[in-house]
């Protein structure tokens, strides 16, 4: 009896593990799974600068890179750094990989202080901004990519359901964030 017990338990975990696999979105797993390096390219719209960074050796991430990626990211109205989620790397780099495309991406906000976040809401920003935003958790970006429709970056984005996911088309950017699945 015992023997049989332990052999359905196995199996019962072998089902279970298949089951919770496939339930994560393919392009996404593949993404994961895949050991080559990732590549950004990216402009900075407040701050003119530009960025290529391998973030991602195809076996690590690559510590020098994201401190890089951080300042690149940083809120620049208070000069201030924060350590960037490098799964908001990762799923950007695999927003490129299904839009199919290796043009520069646009900047616009990163990081953000709860100073520089207040002082937005304050202002009545048209995008409305949020109090707690993952912006100021180093783990949301708006963004756009010349050449590529929103619409199509926001489809893709969703695609992947792999965090949040705004659509400002009136402000000519998506947001991307590592928190729970959304969208707006």
């Known amino acids: ?15 279970g593990a298949a089951l919770g696999l496939s339930l994560l979105p393919g392009q996404a797993f593949a993404s994961l799974s895949t050991s080559r390096p990732r590549i950004l390219t990216l402009n900075n719209l407040h701050t003119g600068e530009s960025l290529k960074t391998e973030f991602f050796n195809g076996k690590s991430y690559d510590k020098d890179e ?14 201030r750094i924060k350590s960037i989620d490098p799964h908001l790397f990762d799923q950007l780099y695999r927003l490129q990989a299904l839009l199919d495309t290796r043009k520069p991406v646009q900047l616009i906000s990163g990081y953000r202080t709860l100073a520089t976040n207040n002082s937005l809401r304050e202002r009545g920003s048209s995008t409305g901004v949020a109090k707690h935003s993952y912006h100021t958790l180093g783990q949301a970006m708006d963004f756009h990519i010349e050449g590529i429709a929103l619409s199509n970056i926001r489809k893709a984005a969703l695609s992947m359901r792999s ?22």
Do not use: E
């Open 1 to 15: 009896m015992d023997k049989f017990d332990s052999h359905r338990r196995k199996l019962l975990a072998l089902g």
């Open 66 to 79: 994201l401190t890089r990626l951080n300042h690149f990211f940083r809120d620049y109205r208070a000069n």
């Open 163 to 184: 965090g949040g996911v705004g659509y400002y088309p009136k402000s000519n950017f998506v947001h991307i964030d590592t928190g729970p699945a959304r969208h707006w």
